[in-house]
């Protein structure tokens, strides 16, 4: 069975910084378009970034553009999210998608892979 193990949530101050990694030991990695959801409490889970399966695109949600950076390395079959300069609005349980020759879309419906997820919380 085709996991994604995501790690490196935690509680941070907002202004601080947080990396986000997803790793799938055994899916054919390069072949994956790989995108970060997130979901607040009472909320719909939402798109904050992707990177596509040929890494020649990426795409970000307008709310966390200019402070996430995301990152995929095939080699190592992971994936990761840069946070910076967090706010308390980017409290949310963030998940690793992935989906074959994924066009980056923001849909989750087209994702028919997700990790577990990792909490992120950010106090004031």
């Known amino acids: 069975q085709v996991q994604l193990i995501e790690s490196g949530g935690g509680l941070v101050q907002a202004g601080d910084s947080l990396s986000l990694s997803c790793t799938a030991p055994?899916?054919?990695?390069?072949?994956?378009?790989m995108s970060w959801f997130r979901q607040a409490p009472g909320k719909e889970r939402e798109f904050v970034s992707a990177?596509?399966?040929?890494?020649?695109?990426?795409y970000y949600a307008d709310s966390v553009k200019g402070r996430f950076t995301v990152s995929r390395d095939d080699a190592k079959r992971s994936f990761n999210l840069q946070m910076n300069i967090l706010k308390p609005e980017d409290t949310a349980v963030y998940y690793c998608?992935?989906?074959?020759w994924g066009s980056g879309s923001s849909d989750p419906s087209v994702y028919d892979i997700w990790g577990q997820g990792t909490q992120v919380t950010v106090s004031p």
């Open positions: 990177v596509t399966w040929s890494s020649s695109r990426t």
């Open positions: 055994r899916l054919t990695f390069n072949h994956y378009t």
């Open positions: 998608a992935a989906a074959l």
